[in-house]
């Protein structure tokens, strides 16, 4: 039997929530990081997964690459890190008196990008074109990554030694920035159950085409007007708070998302339809992702950073300030 007849079959929705099960079975919690990941897969986008060590960022990327199937290829960023590392480049080989292009790590379909902001401006330039384009050009070539291609990276929030801040210009790449946390005293004492005997492998459950048909899926759910609406009042309301009602915020917002933000509502929005089982996108989709979506390409103020203003409250104060439209969808149609 092939690897293809041995895969589930079912709707999308189906095949979906056992992709999430079967995550679960290996991660304790974390329910929304989890969700988050698939949905990212979906949307064709980037995640950056936020959080103190030990809370399993890097297991839930590595386990969902083990579920969905591909390639996979975890990067250790470092401070010592060059941008051929995981580009890759020309060698000369004296034999043939001829250069040869060595393909660096990130031509796989999952690329785990570990402690991203460990590694200096230079090779988080090198993985801008990764990112937006997804391809690279050595020598003047470019060079296709495989589809699909997502970056998973991670990083530590409080630590600051040997650290680099991203970029803004690479944190808009990311479709979202998740913060994960600490499990509660009930996940904690499963995590010691389960992981302190032999601990659960996952199965695959997903392929690459498979994969690729879910995300075409997806950028065909049905978009209302109103809805489109909606998601360019909550993106002009990070530029301009005081036309929607919050004058609050014109000191505390230095400039507000781009336009990868309206884009990145409706990819995420759509994606989420998907898993919930739908073809059209609801209000309530977008504002479910909108903070993941929204905060991290939000600039504060030097004042609301002294003050210690968390970017995440600021797109819930959007929220609730821009009503959702009411939009009834005819189900026969």
Not at 89 to 108: A, C, I, N, Q
Request: aromatic fraction near 4%; proline fraction near 8%; hydrophobic fraction near 45%.
């Amino acid at each position: 039997m092939s690897v293809a007849e041995e895969l589930p079959d079912g709707t999308d929705a189906e095949v979906l929530r056992q992709t999430l099960d079967e995550v679960r079975r290996v991660i304790v919690g974390q329910e929304h990081m989890v969700e988050r990941l698939v949905v990212a897969l979906l949307a064709r986008g980037h995640c950056l997964l936020e959080g103190v060590p030990g809370v399993a960022k890097t297991l839930a990327a590595s386990t969902l690459a083990t579920v969905v199937g591909g390639t996979f290829a975890r990067i250790q960023f470092t401070p010592d890190l060059v941008p051929s590392d995981i580009v890759g480049t020309r060698v000369y080989h004296p034999s043939t008196e001829k250069f040869d292009v060595e393909l660096g790590p990130v031509f796989v379909n999952f690329l785990l990008a570990d402690e991203i902001n460990r590694a200096p401006a230079k090779v988080q330039s090198a993985l801008l074109e990764v990112m937006a384009e997804r391809q690279v050009t050595l020598a003047g070539v470019t060079h296709p990554l495989p589809r699909p291609f997502i970056v998973l990276a991670t990083q530590n929030p409080i630590e600051s030694e040997g650290v680099y801040p991203l970029p803004e210009v690479q944190r808009d790449r990311f479709l979202f920035r998740v913060r994960v946390t600490h499990p509660s005293a009930h996940e904690e004492l499963q995590i010691l159950q389960r992981m302190s005997v032999a601990p659960p492998s996952p199965s695959r459950v997903l392929d690459p085409e498979r994969l690729i048909a879910l995300q075409q899926t997806a950028e065909n759910v049905s978009v209302h007007q109103l809805v489109a609406d909606y998601v360019v009042r909550l993106v002009m309301a990070t530029r301009a708070p005081a036309d929607y009602g919050l004058p609050d915020l014109v000191d505390t917002i230095e400039i507000g998302v781009s336009p990868r933000a309206t884009l990145g509502l409706v990819s995420a929005g759509r994606a989420l339809a998907v898993l919930r089982g739908r073809d059209y996108l609801l209000p309530d989709d977008v504002r479910d992702v909108a903070v993941d979506v929204m905060s991290h390409r939000l600039m504060l103020t030097f004042d609301a950073l002294a003050d210690g203003v968390d970017p995440e409250e600021v797109i819930r104060q959007i929220l609730h300030a821009v009503p959702p439209p009411l939009v009834v969808w005819n189900q026969n149609r």
